[in-house]
Nanobody, 120 residues
Protein backbone atom coordinates (compact mmCIF):
# COMPACT_ATOMS: atom_id res chain seq x y z
CA UNK A 1 0.00 0.00 0.00
CA UNK A 2 1.06 3.58 -0.67
CA UNK A 3 0.25 6.62 1.45
CA UNK A 4 0.23 10.14 0.05
CA UNK A 5 0.43 13.04 2.49
CA UNK A 6 -0.38 16.47 1.10
CA UNK A 7 0.37 19.85 2.62
CA UNK A 8 0.47 23.51 1.69
CA UNK A 9 -3.14 24.37 0.93
CA UNK A 10 -4.88 27.36 2.41
CA UNK A 11 -6.51 30.72 1.79
CA UNK A 12 -4.81 33.27 -0.43
CA UNK A 13 -5.81 36.45 -2.22
CA UNK A 14 -6.05 36.57 -5.97
CA UNK A 15 -2.62 37.12 -7.47
CA UNK A 16 -0.92 35.36 -4.60
CA UNK A 17 1.06 32.13 -4.47
CA UNK A 18 0.94 28.78 -2.73
CA UNK A 19 3.14 25.72 -2.83
CA UNK A 20 1.66 22.26 -2.42
CA UNK A 21 3.71 19.24 -1.39
CA UNK A 22 2.91 15.56 -1.53
CA UNK A 23 5.12 12.91 0.06
CA UNK A 24 4.68 9.27 -0.87
CA UNK A 25 5.54 6.41 1.45
CA UNK A 26 4.88 2.70 1.73
CA UNK A 27 5.38 -0.01 -0.88
CA UNK A 28 6.73 1.88 -3.86
CA UNK A 29 7.90 -0.08 -6.91
CA UNK A 30 8.46 1.85 -10.10
CA UNK A 31 6.67 5.15 -10.45
CA UNK A 32 5.21 6.08 -13.82
CA UNK A 33 4.14 9.52 -12.84
CA UNK A 34 2.99 11.70 -9.97
CA UNK A 35 0.72 14.64 -10.26
CA UNK A 36 -2.03 16.91 -9.06
CA UNK A 37 -5.73 16.95 -9.81
CA UNK A 38 -8.39 19.28 -8.48
CA UNK A 39 -12.10 19.24 -7.93
CA UNK A 40 -14.21 22.35 -7.50
CA UNK A 41 -17.72 22.20 -5.99
CA UNK A 42 -20.19 20.78 -8.47
CA UNK A 43 -17.49 19.92 -10.99
CA UNK A 44 -15.62 16.79 -12.00
CA UNK A 45 -12.07 16.12 -10.90
CA UNK A 46 -9.63 17.44 -13.49
CA UNK A 47 -5.96 17.13 -14.22
CA UNK A 48 -3.82 20.07 -13.12
CA UNK A 49 -0.29 18.80 -13.81
CA UNK A 50 1.68 15.57 -13.93
CA UNK A 51 5.38 14.76 -14.03
CA UNK A 52 6.85 11.48 -15.21
CA UNK A 53 9.76 9.61 -13.72
CA UNK A 54 11.98 11.06 -16.44
CA UNK A 55 10.86 14.59 -15.69
CA UNK A 56 8.45 15.20 -18.53
CA UNK A 57 5.54 17.42 -17.56
CA UNK A 58 2.02 18.04 -18.72
CA UNK A 59 -0.26 20.89 -17.63
CA UNK A 60 -3.88 21.83 -17.99
CA UNK A 61 -4.25 24.77 -20.35
CA UNK A 62 -5.81 26.87 -17.63
CA UNK A 63 -2.67 26.74 -15.44
CA UNK A 64 0.11 26.89 -18.02
CA UNK A 65 2.53 29.70 -17.27
CA UNK A 66 1.27 30.03 -13.70
CA UNK A 67 1.82 26.62 -12.10
CA UNK A 68 5.01 24.58 -12.01
CA UNK A 69 5.23 20.93 -11.03
CA UNK A 70 8.49 19.47 -9.78
CA UNK A 71 9.62 16.32 -8.11
CA UNK A 72 12.28 15.01 -5.74
CA UNK A 73 12.73 11.39 -6.77
CA UNK A 74 14.94 10.58 -3.79
CA UNK A 75 12.18 11.68 -1.42
CA UNK A 76 9.25 10.44 -3.56
CA UNK A 77 7.81 13.91 -3.19
CA UNK A 78 6.04 16.06 -5.74
CA UNK A 79 5.48 19.80 -5.51
CA UNK A 80 3.12 22.24 -7.18
CA UNK A 81 4.14 25.88 -7.18
CA UNK A 82 1.07 27.98 -7.91
CA UNK A 83 1.57 31.63 -8.82
CA UNK A 84 -0.83 34.35 -9.87
CA UNK A 85 -3.71 32.43 -8.37
CA UNK A 86 -7.22 33.19 -9.57
CA UNK A 87 -10.60 32.63 -7.95
CA UNK A 88 -11.28 29.86 -10.46
CA UNK A 89 -8.34 27.92 -9.00
CA UNK A 90 -10.37 27.39 -5.83
CA UNK A 91 -10.77 23.64 -5.36
CA UNK A 92 -9.67 20.63 -3.39
CA UNK A 93 -6.31 19.55 -4.79
CA UNK A 94 -5.50 15.85 -4.83
CA UNK A 95 -2.10 14.25 -5.18
CA UNK A 96 -1.87 11.21 -7.45
CA UNK A 97 0.75 8.50 -7.85
CA UNK A 98 0.74 5.89 -10.61
CA UNK A 99 3.19 3.00 -10.43
CA UNK A 100 3.77 -0.47 -11.89
CA UNK A 101 5.21 -3.77 -10.68
CA UNK A 102 7.16 -6.51 -12.46
CA UNK A 103 4.17 -8.30 -14.05
CA UNK A 104 3.36 -5.49 -14.99
CA UNK A 105 0.33 -4.32 -13.12
CA UNK A 106 -0.34 -0.64 -12.66
CA UNK A 107 -1.63 0.94 -9.47
CA UNK A 108 -3.18 4.32 -8.88
CA UNK A 109 -3.21 6.08 -5.51
CA UNK A 110 -4.81 9.29 -4.24
CA UNK A 111 -4.14 11.59 -1.35
CA UNK A 112 -6.83 12.90 0.97
CA UNK A 113 -6.92 16.28 -0.70
CA UNK A 114 -5.98 19.77 0.42
CA UNK A 115 -8.23 22.80 0.10
CA UNK A 116 -7.04 25.81 -1.88
CA UNK A 117 -9.24 28.89 -1.63
CA UNK A 118 -8.50 32.03 -3.63
CA UNK A 119 -10.38 35.14 -2.58
CA UNK A 120 -11.02 37.86 -5.13
Amino acid sequence: QVQLVESGGGLVQAGGSLRLSCAASGTIFSINHMGWYRQAPGKQRELVAIITNSGSTNYAESVKGRFTISRDNAKNTVYLQMNNLKSEDTAVYYCNLNQYDIYPHTYNYWGQGTQVTVSS
